[in-house]
């Protein structure tokens, strides 16, 4: 389908941008890789009278790695995550989720500001920020800010975001030696968006019982979701198999997914418990540094 009209602007700046924003009042939005808001558009889901391009503005792109953690700029695209090996050390996660996002094409384009703005819950992005307790600076006509993943998605493809916000960096905070991790998902094909998926880690104590557990949840909710009830099955006990079978009850029990023509309600609740006890399985075996 032909996309509707739009004007086009490429500003060099920050400030341009978010004027640019200012002026078209909610009707101008910005674009990074497009890889999510062309479909959008040429579905006519949206309208835009202007899109602002990000791809001119400097420092967007940068990766950095500092003790506060991994910043990742808005405009870092899936291969820059995969190409970068420092990340395999720092953030071991976030490769391994990323690893999962779409095909080449997509990855040569699509962003980290662009996936997490989009806030779609089959997305593997959001669900890792979430988990991470990930922080997002913004900038808008107001000023900059600090928005918590926690408090950044708001339902399907919606985020609190104001229209004339665009988002600059999101920092994953540094993660300790030693911790806990995996990642696991299904979809029916390899870089197909996830039926259903989940994201762990947790530290261990001297005895060797897991605390600090954090577990996130892909494709089985209107946001990115993090599982509150396996996370509390789980916290002070030692990950054995009594603990996985519990904390993957827990698991199924407390996500509400919806069905669709690609797997039903049903199946993707058991699916997630499936899943996590799979991750708790390989997390045992599998230390950050
Ligand atoms: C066939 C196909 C398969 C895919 N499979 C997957 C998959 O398996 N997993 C997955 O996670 N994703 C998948 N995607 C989506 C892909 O990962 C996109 O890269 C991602 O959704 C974001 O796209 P983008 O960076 O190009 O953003 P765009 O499409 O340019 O923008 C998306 C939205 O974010 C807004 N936006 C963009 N940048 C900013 C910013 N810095 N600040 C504020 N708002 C901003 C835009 O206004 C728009 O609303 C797939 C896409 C396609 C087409």
Redesign the pocket.
């Known amino acids: 389908m032909k996309l509707p009209h739009f004007e086009y602007e490429a500003p060099a700046s920050l400030d341009e941008a978010v004027a640019l924003l200012v002026a078209g009042d909610g009707s101008a939005?910005?674009?990074?890789?497009?890889?999510?808001?062309?479909?959008v558009m040429a579905f006519r889901l949206a309208e835009p009278s202007m899109l602002v391009d990000?791809r001119n503005i400097p420092g967007l792109d940068k990766i950095e790695i500092t003790d506060a953690g991994v910043r990742i700029g808005?405009m870092v695209r899936?291969r820059d995550v995969l190409d970068d090996a420092r990340l395999v050390e720092a953030l071991p996660l976030l490769p391994a989720a990323i690893d999962?996002?779409?095909?080449y094409q997509?990855r040569n384009?699509?962003?980290v500001?662009?996936?997490l703005?989009?806030a779609?819950p089959a997305?593997?992005?959001p669900t890792i920020a979430l988990t991470c307790d990930a922080v997002l600076e913004v900038v808008g006509s107001k000023g900059q800010r600090s928005v918590k993943a926690a408090d950044l998605f708001m339902g399907p493809l919606m985020t609190s975001?104001e229209s004339d916000?665009?988002?600059t960096s999101v920092l994953l905070p540094a993660w300790p030696a030693d911790r806990r991790w995996a990642f696991q998902e299904f979809a029916r094909r390899r870089?197909?968006?996830a039926l259903a998926g989940i994201a762990l880690f947790y530290d261990e104590d001297a005895s060797g019982a897991a605390h600090n557990v954090h577990i996130g949840a892909i494709s089985v909710g209107d946001t990115p979701l993090r599982l509150a009830k396996a996370e509390a099955v789980l916290n002070g006990r030692k990950i054995d198999e009594a603990a996985i079978a519990e904390a993957a009850a827990a698991a199924s029990a407390e996500v509400d997914p919806s069905g669709d023509i690609h797997a039903s309600a049903r199946y993707r609740k058991s699916l997630v418990g499936t899943l996590l006890s799979r991750a708790l399985q390989g997390a045992a075996n599998r230390k950050a540094k």
């Open positions: 939005r910005p674009i990074a890789g497009g890889q999510s808001f062309v479909p990000l808005a899936w999962h996002v779409a095909h997509i384009r699509g962003t500001g662009g996936s703005a989009h779609d997305a593997e992005m975001l916000e665009i988002i870089g197909d968006f």
